[in-house]
């Protein structure tokens, strides 16, 4: 599996090391940059690469960085066929998680339900909320989780990737 990779100034030691992590776990990943540290870099430099390398087929998947992770989640919704997720940490909801009434199975049940429901192909992670060690099991969790292929997010997947 290829996993684009990209950050900004706020996630470049952690993306440094979840490359290596990822790497010994087998993936191949192409680092979209920043090459080296610079405070004052500019974010969607290297997010709008990362993400187009997903949405043209280049990557499978995913997995940028940055202080909030918000600011290049939405860089990188931004790109048609993108549906890029954000992660701050692990997190329990208050109630159901589904139409169905469903209960959360762990704290990591967002990460899940981000490919389930929405087939995310890319994730955003807040790296200044979340360690190092955070960041591996999110990113194991988020990969090892597929699409369900329901019907209604289907339809919905649709819709986002059309415009319509």
């Known amino acids: 599996m290829r996993i684009a990779l990209s950050t ?17 776990k087998g993936y191949e990943c192409v680092n979209y940059g920043p090459k080296e540290f610079d405070a004052d870099d500019d974010y969607p430099d290297f997010i709008f690469p990362a993400a ?16 909030s992770g918000q600011g290049e989640a939405i860089a990188a919704n931004r790109v048609k066929g993108i549906r890029c997720m954000t992660y701050y940490g692990a997190v329990l909801p208050v109630g159901a998680i589904d139409a169905g009434g469903g209960e959360a199975s762990d704290e990591y049940e967002i990460l899940r339900l981000s490919k389930q429901h929405n087939n995310a192909n890319m994730i955003s992670i807040g790296a200044r909320f ?30 986002l990737d059309t415009g319509q």
């Open 52 to 67: 187009k390398a997903v949405a043209t087929g280049e990557c499978e998947f995913g997995i940028i960085m940055g202080g």
């Open 130 to 159: 979340v360690s190092q060690e955070e960041i591996e099991k999110a990113v194991e969790v988020w990969l090892d989780e597929t699409f369900s292929g329901v019907e209604r997010h289907a339809r919905r997947i649709k819709k």
């Open 8 to 24: 900004d100034h706020a996630g470049f030691e952690q993306l440094k090391s979840l490359q290596e992590f990822l790497t010994a």
